[in-house]
């Protein structure tokens, strides 16, 4: 990390918005000061000004029973009445709400009006089925309409879904459907990925399944199924249900009813420390308040004009506030690409780009750096002086990257908005405001307003500027997680605990102020890994590893790669049995692909290295700092702590 420091510190480039932009910018600086002076009137401002409210709200934040938040508790809406009928009935129905560009080329235009009749008839679909209040739906979809309306529908009749990202394996849908406890799994037949057809209902039945001594699942009752794939499917009669048969076939008359604004929204489920997955609860009327602000203010949503394209997928976060909930509150009209950058040219992205006139675009760093990679000659084959606004999340953006995204996508002008969030906090808390912050490459700069954040020490002590710790929030925020599913004691011991006396949020990150107080972030400081923006935990895919029979013992770390930010190495041990009869090479070939098959191909290691022994403390904690440093090729730190101090030069010798 120190290196990193160090880099960050020379780099002194800045970059304020052009007159012209900071004259039409939403986001003033003003709402800092109205924020300050008021923390949680201004929030009250927000949620009235933004959002409808079926009955307003008198109360603001109640934390009377910390880290339990409760935001606007007495008011009542409908999520999906804020994202949809309201706009119908202000009169911009025929506004293009979603752009929707399949991989093969289909395209759908999709008006707020007729998203609004799905889901109006989806929602009767739904509570034909018995779903209502506080059940959970799985949805496990390709980035089509389809997986908007399925989310927005749950919201309408009050039910929970859970998003599960189409890259996940049956096991891992299996485990999500398992705890959440869903009733109904909506999904496809399957959806166009890299050129081909990545079937999708084949493992909801698999997940379904009595597979690997669970038994057959126990609280699914019907599984929703879209068309899009054209890939045959197995039919199990009165579970299954296709989308095309009962959807358009339902009533399109539905009034959304008001539901308490902690009404729970979704669960998703992130990676953590520990090798089970955590149910992150947000409900609806705080949570929809700061999307749609931030969307807003940060992205700069002018709904009239702009073409907004956030290229997320809706199984992250990410996709769910910043594809889904922000913008369709905000009334914007936004590209939904089904598809990967690089299918069927490497140009496909800067195609869409040209072809809808996109003007603001919200990528992460793992796009720019494989961008960065094929070279400039690619985007530059296409007209992208639509592009007003480049935004950036999921990882640290190194200012090299930061550096090329504004010269050869932005035109040397558009502002870029990096902007640090986390599944847990719901929105985003700090970036700068485009029309506002003179810009620095590589940092995130500073909280919004009405946000609190704090580097600190240990202690908890703020470090000060210039100085290195760790990344704290410091007040309540609206979009806060309400929870872990079904765990609260987990939740309590994740996030409060470290910094218990202050009543600190800890965010797992470490961060630096620079001299002027503006954040810059250094990475996680747990067992989390950042691969391509997207949350893996060592813990989960080390117990992948050691479910193959051949596996003794297994450590996992997180390696800095170029493309991906970080790349998931392991290091395992073999039974001795197999190794006699396998060669390490063959080994390290099938454990790759048994890690892509139980977690999903996301999660499979860069290299596996077979090794003898593993670095442990007394204790018999793994050391995984000192396989980093192997890991990146690096001098190995420090031993001394180690039980056995021979074993790092046994591992470095046989790495090599
Ligand atoms: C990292 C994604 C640096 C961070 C929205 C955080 C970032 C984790 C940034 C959350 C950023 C996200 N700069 N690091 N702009 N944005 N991160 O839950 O480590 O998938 O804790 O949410 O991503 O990942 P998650």
């Known amino acids: 990390m120190s290196s990193q420091i160090d880099h960050l510190l020379n780099e002194t480039r800045r970059f304020a918005p052009s007159p012209a932009f ?94 609004t009749d799905e889901v109006k008839r989806l929602a009767n679909v739904l509570t034909g089925l018995g779903i209502g209040t506080g059940d959970r739906v799985a949805i496990y979809l390709p980035m089509i309409p389809e997986a908007v309306a399925a989310m927005l529908a749950c919201a309408r009749v009050g039910a929970i879904h859970s998003v599960v990202f189409g890259g996940f394996s049956a096991d891992s849908l299996r485990s999500r459907i398992d705890d959440a406890g869903a009733r109904l799994v909506i999904t496809a037949d399957g959806g166009y990925r890299k050129g081909k057809v990545s079937p999708l209902k084949p493992a909801v039945d698999l997940a379904l399944a009595d597979r690997n001594g669970l038994g057959a699942q126990e609280t699914v009752e019907h599984v929703l199924v879209v068309a899009r794939g054209g890939n045959a ?183 870029i908005v990096d902007t640090w969030w986390q599944t847990e906090t719901g929105a985003i808390m700090i970036s700068a405001l485009p029309g506002v912050t003179e810009t620095k490459p590589g940092s995130a700069q500073v909280a919004l307003p009405g946000i609190s954040v704090d580097v600190v020490d240990e202690d908890g002590k703020h470090v000060g500027n210039g100085n290195g710790g760790l990344l704290v929030i410091t007040e309540p925020w609206p979009s806060m997680l309400r929870g872990i599913w079904g765990d609260p004691e987990r939740f309590k011991e994740t996030y409060w605990e470290k910094f218990a006396a202050q009543g600190y949020y800890f965010a797992g990150d470490g961060a630096r102020l620079d001299d002027d107080g503006d954040v810059w972030l250094l990475g996680r400081v747990d067992d989390v890994m950042n691969v391509s923006g997207h949350r893996l935990s060592t813990a989960e895919i080390e117990s992948a590893l050691v479910g193959n029979d051949a596996v003794a013992e297994a450590a996992v770390v997180g390696a800095s790669d170029e493309t991906t930010g970080q790349a998931v190495v392991a290091f395992v041990i073999v039974k001795e049995s197999y190794l006699a009869e396998h060669s390490p090479e063959g080994l390290a070939g099938t454990l790759r692909l048994w890690v892509g098959e ?59």
């Open 598 to 656: 139980q977690i999903g191909p996301i999660a499979r290691p860069r290299d596996i290295y077979i090794v003898g022994e593993l670095p442990k403390t007394r204790s018999g904690k793994i050391m995984r700092r000192l396989l980093r440093d192997v890991a990146e090729g690096r001098e190995v730190g420090d031993t001394t702590t180690l039980a056995d101090t021979s074993v790092m030069s046994i591992i470095s010798a046989q790495v090599k």
């Open 233 to 415: 499917v197995d039919w199990t009669e009165g579970r299954d249900l296709w989308w095309h048969d009962v959807v358009p076939a339902a009533s399109a008359e539905h009034e959304a009813q008001p539901f308490p604004a902690e009404n729970p929204l979704y669960i998703l489920y992130t990676s953590g420390t520990t090798g089970k997955p955590k149910g992150i609860l947000h409900t609806s009327g705080g949570y929809l308040t700061q999307a749609t602000f931030t969307n807003k203010v940060v992205h700069d949503i002018h709904p009239e004009t702009d073409v907004y394209w956030c290229t997320a997928d809706i199984g992250w976060v990410t996709g769910h506030s910043y594809v889904v909930y922000g913008p369709l509150a905000n009334g914007a009209t936004q590209v939904l690409y089904e598809g990967t950058p690089d299918t069927p040219h490497p140009g496909r992205w800067w195609e869409i780009v040209e072809k809808y006139g996109v003007t603001v675009l919200y990528t992460a760093p793992t796009a720019i750096r494989s961008f960065m990679k094929i070279g400039r000659a690619v985007p530059q084959k296409f007209d992208l002086s639509s592009l007003r606004l480049l935004g950036s999340v999921g990882e640290p953006i190194n200012p090299e990257a930061w550096m090329w995204y504004r010269g050869v996508i932005g035109a040397e002008s558009a502002p």
């Open 22 to 115: 900071a004259a039409e910018a939403v986001g003033t600086a003003e709402l800092y000061e109205r924020a300050a002076a008021d923390r949680e009137g201004f929030w009250a401002d927000q949620a009235r000004d933004l959002l409808h409210w079926h009955t307003p709200f008198t109360e603001v934040l109640d934390w009377s029973n910390p880290p339990f938040a409760r935001w606007f508790a007495d008011g009542e809406l409908n999520v999906a009445y804020n994202c949809l009928d309201r706009h119908v009935e202000s009169g911009i129905g025929d506004r293009a709400a979603l752009l929707w560009e399949g991989e093969n080329g289909d395209e759908r235009r999709v008006t707020y009006a007729e998203l």
